[in-house]
T-cell receptor, first 113, second 111 residues
Framework: DAGITQSPRHKVTETGTPVTLRCHQTENHRYMYWYRQDPGHGLRLIHYSYGVKDTDKGEVSDGYSVSRSKTEDFLLTLESATSSQTSVYFC????????????FGEGSRLTVL | QKEVEQNSGPLSVPEGAIASLNCTYSDRVSQSFFWYRQYSGKSPELIMSIYSNGDKEDGRFTAQLNKASQYVSLLIRDSQPSDSATYLCAPSTNTGNQFYFGTGTSLTVIP
């Protein structure tokens, strides 16, 4: 199994509070991705990274920011959580970007009350 | 906006039958195509990748790609109850090295 760890795995928070989800990999893969998965919408890309300090937006990036200061860590931050951000968040890594396999973390379930 | 369309299902097939899953995509520059399987409450896992037009077989799974029609499919032969899951189609583009996912097709194999 690919070495990907997401934390926390479960979190309940209140509207307006900041939240940070962490993705840690031990594979030294260049590409890292954050997706959210909601019923009826499938997996939607929030942000991705193609190297240390190199990030770009996905299709649902509003309300989210990311940082990657080390190859192994990719952080997703919700500056002020809203109920619409209640979701399951998956981190994924890829060695070859668009030409290679995505390996997923176990997911982080976030509930915003 | 890149779109990936899959029949949401649920698709039910008897054990031992062939399950056929279909996917169409809008991005003409997509070069790589992946099928992921996701069990309920779990994360997706890769089952097939295909890069060229035609068929690619791996055990009981066959992926078929037609870039001109922007269509990719997955056939599962001799379906087993353990194949019951949601199957996600994911074309990718080297424009930004992004993957786009369909909403998935839910498959149930009935013993």
């Amino acid at each position: 199994d690919a070495g990907i760890t997401q934390s926390p795995r479960h979190k309940v928070t209140e509207t307006g509070t900041p939240v940070t989800l962490r993705c840690h990999q031990t594979e030294n893969h260049r590409y890292m991705y954050w997706y959210r998965q909601d019923p009826g919408h499938g997996l939607r890309l929030i942000h991705y990274s193609y190297g240390v300090k190199d990030t770009d937006k996905g299709e649902v990036s509003d309300g989210y920011s990311v940082s990657r200061s080390k190859t192994e860590d990719f952080l997703l931050t919700l500056e002020s959580a809203t109920s619409s951000q209640t979701s399951v968040y998956f981190c994924a890594i890829s060695e070859q970007g668009a030409f290679g396999e995505l390996f997923f973390g176990e997911g982080s379930r976030l509930t915003v009350l | 906006q890149k779109e990936v369309e899959q029949n949401s299902g649920p698709l039910s097939v008897p054990e031992g039958a062939i399950a056929s899953l279909n996917c169409t995509y809008s991005d003409r520059v997509s070069q790589s195509f992946f099928w992921y399987r996701q069990y309920s409450g779990k994360s997706p896992e890769l089952i097939m990748s295909i890069y060229s037009n035609g068929d690619k077989e791996d055990g009981r799974f066959t992926a078929q790609l037609n870039k001109a029609s922007q269509y990719v499919s997955l056939l599962i032969r001799d379906s087993q109850p353990s194949d019951s899951a949601t199957y996600l189609c994911a074309p990718s583009t080297n424009t930004g090295n992004q993957f786009y996912f369909g909403t998935g097709t839910s498959l149930t194999v009935i013993p």
